[in-house]
C-alpha cells in the first residue's frame, strides 16, 4: 500500500482521498436511510392517516407534485455522490491514460455531476412515488369502515377503514352532525380537504 501511495502524484492523492472518504460517506448515508435512520426530503405516515398537508393541497389542486419536480442537486447526498465520483473518475483516468491533469479535473467533474444528476433524480422519483400514494385516499369514497373512535355530531373522531389493501385510521366526521360510538358500521361519503373522511351509519 505505501509503495502505490509512493507511486502517485499529488492530484492522484487528492483524488485518491476523494474516492474513500466520498464513497464511505456516500454508503454509510445510503445504509442509514434504508433502515430509516438518516434524513429523507418527505416523511408521511400513511398507515396512521395523518396525511402531509402539502401533498393533500396537491390532491385537491390537481397538481402531482409538479412544483417538486425540480431536481435538488445540493443535497447532502448529491455532494458526496460528486465527490466520491469525481476521484473515483480522475484517479482512473490519470493512472491508465497519458491525459494531462486538467483534462482529468475535467472528466472526474463531468463524472461527479452526473453523480449527483443521478442521485437528484433518485430522489425525485421517490417523491413521486409519495405522492401518487397519497392519492389514494380517494379510494376510500364508498367504502365501509368501523368507528375506531368515537365521533362527536360536532367534532372529530377516527374510524378504521380498508383503502387500497391496507388497513388505516383515518379522521373523520359525522355526515348528518350525530355522535357515531366505537364499533359503529359507516361508509364514506366525502373527501374532506386536510384528509379527513366525512362519513354516514350505513
Not at 165 to 174: F, K, N, Q, W, Y
Request: proline share 0%.
Amino acid at each position: 500500500m505505501t509503495e502505490y501511495l509512493d507511486g502517485l502524484n499529488f492530484l492522484e492523492k487528492i483524488y485518491l482521498m476523494c474516492a474513500i472518504f466520498g464513497g464511505g460517506f456516500f454508503i454509510l448515508r445510503t445504509i442509514l436511510m434504508l433502515s430509516g435512520i438518516g434524513d429523507t426530503d418527505s416523511d408521511m405516515d400513511t398507515d396512521s392517516g395523518d396525511l402531509d398537508h402539502d401533498h393533500v393541497e396537491d390532491i385537491d389542486h390537481g397538481d402531482h407534485g409538479d412544483h417538486d419536480a425540480g431536481l435538488k442537486l445540493l443535497t447532502l447526498q448529491g455532494l458526496t455522490a460528486f465527490i466520491m465520483m469525481f476521484g473515483c473518475t480522475g484517479l482512473a483516468f490519470s493512472r491508465s491514460t497519458i491525459m494531462g491533469s486538467l483534462m482529468t479535473l475535467v472528466i472526474g467533474a463531468v463524472a461527479g455531476l452526473f453523480a449527483m444528476w443521478l442521485v437528484a433524480k433518485g430522489f425525485a422519483l421517490m417523491r413521486s412515488l409519495q405522492s401518487t400514494g397519497t392519492m389514494r385516499i380517494y379510494d376510500a369514497m364508498g367504502e365501509e369502515g368501523t368507528v375506531y373512535l368515537t365521533i362527536p355530531g360536532d367534532g372529530v373522531g377516527k374510524i378504521q377503514i380498508t383503502i387500497s389493501g391496507r388497513l388505516m385510521v383515518m379522521d373523520a366526521v359525522s355526515q348528518d352532525k350525530v355522535e357515531l360510538k366505537t364499533g359503529e358500521r359507516v361508509c364514506v361519503t366525502e373527501i374532506i380537504s386536510g384528509g379527513m373522511l366525512s362519513v354516514r351509519t350505513l
